[in-house]
């Protein structure tokens, strides 16, 4: 509970000083975005991502963002690693980003950040006795990124973006072996979910 009322005092200050400073300088903005994930890992494949978020101003060509993404990939089998099955992935992330130029036609911007990052995985088809059941599990963890991007201005308050991102993330994997005759057996390896993301979406300023 303590937890809870420290973050919502946190984003109530950012909040308060967003509101202040140059109205065309100092906007807050939403965001909702779709592209591929690519995932660097050879037994992973790419995958369709989209995902929304908030951004709030922070002054001095400084903004706040959180960002939702979401992504399903297909894995191929791979001694030691993965099986052959459906890899979800749900980052959730907060990033600082600077825009060097004000506010114009055309932003880039650069950003670094992290955050969580939400991930399960189904195992698909292997071959096995009746006796033998397998399973795969991969923990959620935190994550780094670092990413540029740029928007252009359509109309008043209204920009179409492009961003390419890296989405660092290492995270611990188990399989699970039940044999009916001789018990559980579990075996650990890692997992590497570092992608490229490249994504373009609309942003709108109020």
Same mark, same amino acid.
């Given at each position: ?21 140059? +109205? ?12 591929? +994930? ?44 993965? $099986?052959?099955?459906? /890899?979800?992935?749900?980052?959730? /992330? ?8 004000? =506010? $114009? ?16 995985? !189904? ?27 740029? +928007? ?7 920009? /179409? ?18 044999? $009916?005759? =001789? ?13 490229? #993301?490249?994504?373009?979406? #609309? !942003?709108?300023?109020?």
């Amino acid at each position: 509970m303590k937890g809870c009322s420290t973050i919502l005092s946190i984003l109530f200050c950012l909040l308060y000083f967003s509101a202040q400073g140059n +109205a065309q300088d100092q906007k807050r903005s939403v965001h909702a975005q779709a592209g591929v +994930a690519l995932p660097q890992a050879e037994n992973i494949r790419s995958g369709f991502v989209t995902g929304f978020g908030l951004s709030l101003p922070l002054g001095r060509g400084l903004a706040l963002t959180f960002d939702f993404s979401y992504w399903k990939s297909t894995t191929e089998n791979q001694p030691g690693k993965l $099986m052959e099955g459906k /890899l979800e992935i749900t980052p959730f /992330l907060i990033s600082l980003e600077y825009f060097p130029l004000k =506010r $114009m036609g055309i932003n880039p911007y650069f950003m670094v950040g992290g955050g969580f990052v939400f991930s399960s995985f !189904k195992i698909g088809q292997y071959i096995s006795i009746p006796e033998v059941t397998i399973r795969q599990k991969i923990a959620s963890g935190p994550g780094a990124l670092l990413g540029v991007g740029a +928007a252009v201005s359509i109309v008043k308050n209204l920009f /179409l973006f492009g961003e390419a991102k890296y989405l660092y993330r290492q995270a611990k994997g188990k399989t699970i072996i039940t044999d $009916m005759n =001789r018990g559980t057996l579990t075996e650990e390896f890692s997992v590497d979910l570092g992608s490229f #993301i490249l994504h373009s979406g #609309i !942003k709108y300023y109020f």
